[in-house]
């Protein structure tokens, strides 16, 4: 396994040419999985999804004062606390972002807000903020499978909130997509092409 950050794509006679910050690599097949990152990757292509980073945030109170023995959920602000070894985290939210811009330092007073909502008693002590952006299509569904106009890609992203929970069906479904087999259910939902 090699970790290093892909900056081109091109297909030529020999199949795929992947470059990268360590070098360049051929391939007969290629699959994109780069969460929100994987738009720009495919744009030159001639590939554009609709695909955005809707950006979720947690804080992680290091010394709160309080355990939660299970985790709770605010339902109105989508928000779930749980007791990590690291502290108290409240996590949640959605908020369409630039992929590049900045975190809002501003969630920490809300994320706080909604803490103290959940356990009144939590402590005023440091936070740690954290921001992911979760990659999401405008139908919430992922991008799984191939395009038909260049041989041997496939995606595999997009799955907005659920991607850790999606992530081993996702392996089976391209592992068997890529080698010519049958997923055993129907595609079409997640056709990366279905926006046109
Ligand atoms: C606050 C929050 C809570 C969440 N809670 C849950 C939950 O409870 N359950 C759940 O199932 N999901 C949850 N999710 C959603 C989940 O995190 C995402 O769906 C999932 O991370 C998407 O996985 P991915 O691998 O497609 O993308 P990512 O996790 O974004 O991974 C993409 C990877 O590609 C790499 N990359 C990007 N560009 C390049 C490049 N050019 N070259 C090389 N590498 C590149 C990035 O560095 C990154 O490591 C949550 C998300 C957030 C923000």
């Known amino acids: ?5 892909v900056t081109g794509l ?3 006679c020999e199949g795929w040419k992947v470059t990268t910050s360590a070098g360049t690599h051929q391939a007969e097949k290629v699959v994109i999985s780069a969460g929100a990152w994987s738009r720009a990757l495919l744009a030159p292509l001639g590939l554009r999804l609709p695909l955005l980073a809707e950006r979720g945030y947690h804080i992680e109170i290091s010394d709160p004062g309080v355990t939660l023995n299970n985790s709770f959920t605010d339902v109105e602000a989508t928000v ?6 690291g502290g108290l985290r409240v996590a949640g939210t959605a908020e369409f972002g630039g992929i590049d811009a900045a975190p809002d330092p ?18 005023d002590s440091p936070a740690r903020m954290w921001m992911g952006r979760r990659p999401t299509l405008p139908d919430s569904l992922p991008a799984l499978g191939a395009f038909p106009a260049h041989p041997g890609l496939f995606a595999a992203f997009g799955h907005s909130h659920h991607g850790l929970m999606m992530a081993p069906k996702t392996g089976e479904v391209i592992a068997e997509l890529a080698t010519g087999g049958d997923p055993g259910i129907d595609m079409a939902p997640y056709d ?3 926006f046109g």
């Open 1 to 5: 396994m090699e970790r290093a950050e």
């Open 10 to 12: 091109a297909r030529d």
């Open 80 to 85: 779930v606390a749980s007791s990590m070894q």
């Open 106 to 123: 501003s969630r920490e007073a809300i994320f706080r807000k909604i803490a103290r909502g959940i356990c009144p008693d939590v402590a």
């Open 192 to 194: 990366p092409l279905r």
